[in-house]
């Protein structure tokens, strides 16, 4: 499976596994509702309980009607008389422990004619870790009606106790969930770097397999003794060895670079530079390449005499990765190269007539290793590491790299530096 088929996997597995993920926290909200629905029954049915046990209201059957519930942990209950505080505390406490209502309650009587509590009472359940009544004040309701509030502070954490088993397995689902995740994540990175890994072998061996067999035969060449006597042969033969070693040397060059490149940091030596000059060496230095490609070149430099801070060795290799790129994929290169001053900033510019590069892929093209993919059509071999070669120096220089480009006609690369 490739790896694009396999991000495709993951990301469905993902969208799966995020749609069970909501459907948990659905299901537990019911279930917290449907607990809350038995606390309040066990509530009313205490209440019911505490009707038969101590006479409170001519209204007692019709329970519905007299007990208001402000909150989720709060129950007035209309009364007509005002029952004695300690056969309250034990009536109460009995009835809420019978119908499992397990958790503190505070018990306030308020009095609607003296419109203030008459007294209040702390019923702590069963093991209950909190005694110190103190602390919890009961909430006032300044009802137009006598009534008892019960009120139960510690009823969201007696709830989740409640839930707890569902909580638990819930958690545990949602751990395993997130381990297969990350699983799947590394799962598509080691895959994505088995492909890099495997791409870059195969490119590396053409890159130095092909220079190689070229300067086998052209040296096998020399070697006949009858080339001896025809110098245009022996001219043509080790003019071809040295253009072949000269790529075989920027190819060693790149990779090591990159090799010893620890992460983002380039360590660049600024001096004072002409941009112009550095353009010439690197057509220079591309001389080989640009008359084997038969490639026509435009220059067009900046007509004043400009000095840039930067590190002059790393910019001509951002040149000649640029202009090298331009020549690569380009099938007749129609090249322009161009230098001027903006605001603030220097511009290096190399446009080219080539293939071009569609815009999904333009905001990947500085990552290491990336390369465009091209299927069989164009077999243009090279590591993913000129460009990211050139962010790293350009971001050096406090600059920015811009790219234009459209597919069949060609692409423009400006490279832009602070004038300091
Ligand atoms: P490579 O060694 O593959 O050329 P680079 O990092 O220099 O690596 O470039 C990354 C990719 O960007 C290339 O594989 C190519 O697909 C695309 N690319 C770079 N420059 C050009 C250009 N001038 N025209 C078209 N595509 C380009």
Redesign the pocket.
Known sequence: MRSSTFKWVILSATLLLAALVAFQLFWLKRIYNTEQQLFTTNVIKSVRGLMEDIKLSEDAPRLQQIVERPDNSTFLVKVEAIPHKDSLGYYLSQELQDFDVLTDCRVAVYDHLLGKVIYDLYLPSPGSPFTDESRIDPPIYRRTYRHILLYFPHHDKYLMHEMRYWIIGIIFLLILLLGLVVSLFYLYRQKFLNELQKDFVN?FSHEFKTPLAVMKIASDVLMDPRARNQPDRLQKYSGIIQEQTLHLQRQVDRLLRNAHGKGNVMPLEKQEVDPNTLVRMSLQQLDPLIRDKHADIQIDLDATDSKIMADGEHLQLVIV??V???L???KDPRITISTRKTDGHYSIA?R?N????EKK?LGK??QKF???P?GDVHN???????????KKVVQGHHGRVHVQ?IPGV??E?EVLLPII
Do not use: C, M, Q
């Open positions: 490119n990765n640029l090298e790129n331009a690569k994929y380009s190399v080219d080539g293939i071009g590069i892929y093209l500085f990336y390369r465009v091209t243009v071999k090279g590591f993913g590491l000129g460009l990211d070669f050139v480009s060609g692409s690369f």
